[in-house]
């Protein structure tokens, strides 16, 4: 489906466009920028129309760039926990049969189970560290997370930081002045929007 390929790949652009944009000047973070949460809640409720009608947009309706961009635009959906968790075992479906790549279901559920407050399986989800680093959140397993990571095809865990990290410095972020205050307005945002009790 042509048309929706298009569709799913001008969502993804517009995504990372405004990123782009609000790290050139600044206002890309602390906080969940207002314009950015705005985009995010459109694309999120046409994701939601998509899966309704087509389930996971896999390599076969969309193509591998259609697949990445439906992927984009479900991990930027933070403000809809419903979506993310609907989509879950739909995304875990479509890499059984082929359809996407195994690294997209371990962010995924990496991203639902940190914003739920719980350990995350694969290391793919970063926060500030207490020295002020970009580290990975708590992992289950730790001794075993380049092991899942590898089964899944995926880099390791020390090269995904140091990306991270080279990103972080690009966008010229750098770590909140009260860390305690930050993690306490994150809880709160997480509880606030129905990922926490």
Known sequence: MESLKKELLAMQ??????????????????????????????????LGEILDEHGWPGRSLVGEAGCAAAWLVLQHSLL???????????????????????????????????????PQLYGTQHDWDDIGQMSPLPIDDAAGV??????????????????LREQVARERAAPPADL??????AHEWARSLGWRK
Request: hydrophobic letters at 40%; charged letters at 25%.
């Open 180 to 185: 305690a205050a930050y993690r306490r307005e």
């Open 80 to 118: 809809d926990p419903l979506l993310m968790m609907r989509a879950l075992p739909l995304l875990e479906v479509a890499v059984r049969g082929d359809e996407a790549p195994p690294s997209q279901m371990a962010y995924l559920a990496d991203r639902i189970r940190t914003l739920q407050g719980q």
């Open 13 to 46: 652009s517009a995504d990372l466009q405004l990123r782009s944009q609000l790290a050139a000047q600044g206002t890309l973070s602390p906080g969940y920028n207002e314009e950015m949460a705005a985009l995010h809640r459109r694309n999120a409720a046409r």
């Open 146 to 163: 380049e092991a899942r990571r590898s089964a899944l095809g995926m880099e390791t865990l020390v090269a995904h930081t140091a990306r």
